[in-house]
């Protein structure tokens, strides 16, 4: 079983619709994180949150919000969706003991019309 | 700030040869790298990581790569690429303070093999 799972895997909405794109992990990880890819510009950071208290905008914020409903659990809502948000989403994690590094999902492809 | 540049957008392989892909970043200090490897319609998956120690890190899937201070940069190498290597490739640098790196990434270099 994948230890980060993003649900639902494709979408397709209507501009000013509101959407909510789900993670999940088993990893045990108190850091989670949401980006999203644009051809051409790789990965942005749009919010990340260290444990369930703490929820931190990333570079592109704008649009979106988030909530961090346990520790396994972190979702992404766009609350009027307008088609420049159409992208692929990742939710990653991260373990902050050692050397950090972010461990990602498959991926949320997002159409919006 | 810090940032990462892949200056090949797409790079084309034949099967069997040796491929290198170039990563270049800016940081004040010391950065943690990463390769991370995105197949067609899968997410990202973490090839090779350098925080310290020795310059030429190994990493999976046969990759390597390796860290020049002096170049600020962290290309990745493969001595024989495969079919299945066909893929996006990502270089990332983690800055930040002790206890949280903040990935940047590069935009990305598309890897075509040819038989």
């Known amino acids: 079983d994948a230890d980060v799972t993003q649900t639902p895997r494709n979408r397709i909405t209507k501009t000013g619709k509101r959407i909510m794109l789900e993670c999940s992990q088993t990893?045990?990880?108190?850091?989670m994180y949401w980006y999203r890819q644009d051809p051409g510009l790789g990965l942005r950071l749009i919010y990340y949150s260290f444990d369930v208290k703490d929820i931190n905008k990333g570079e592109i914020s704008d649009g979106y919000s988030v909530s961090r409903q346990a520790q396994a659990k972190f979702s992404l809502s766009l609350e009027s969706a307008i088609p420049n948000q159409t992208a692929l989403y990742f939710c990653?994690?991260?373990?902050?003991?050692?050397?950090?590094?972010?461990?990602f999902g498959p991926g949320t492809r997002l159409l919006v019309l | 700030a810090q940032s990462v540049t892949q200056p090949d957008i797409h790079i084309t392989v034949s099967e069997g040869a040796s491929l290198e892909l170039r990563c270049n970043y800016s940081?004040?200090?010391?950065?943690?790298l990463f390769w991370y490897v995105q197949s067609p319609g899968q997410g990202l998956q973490l090839l090779l990581k350098y925080f310290s120690g020795d310059t030429l890190v190994q990493g999976i899937k046969g990759f390597e790569a390796e860290f020049k201070r002096s170049q600020s940069s962290f290309n990745l190498r493969k001595p024989s690429v495969h079919w299945s290597d066909a893929a996006e490739y990502f270089c990332?640098?983690?800055?930040?303070?002790?206890?949280?790196?903040?990935?940047?990434f590069g935009t990305g270099t598309r890897l075509l093999v040819s038989p």
């Open positions: 990653a994690t991260s373990d902050p003991r050692g050397v950090e590094t972010q461990y």
């Open positions: 990332a640098v983690g800055a930040g303070n002790t206890g949280f790196q903040k990935l940047v």
């Open positions: 990893k045990g990880h108190d850091r």
């Open positions: 940081y004040g200090a010391t950065p943690y």
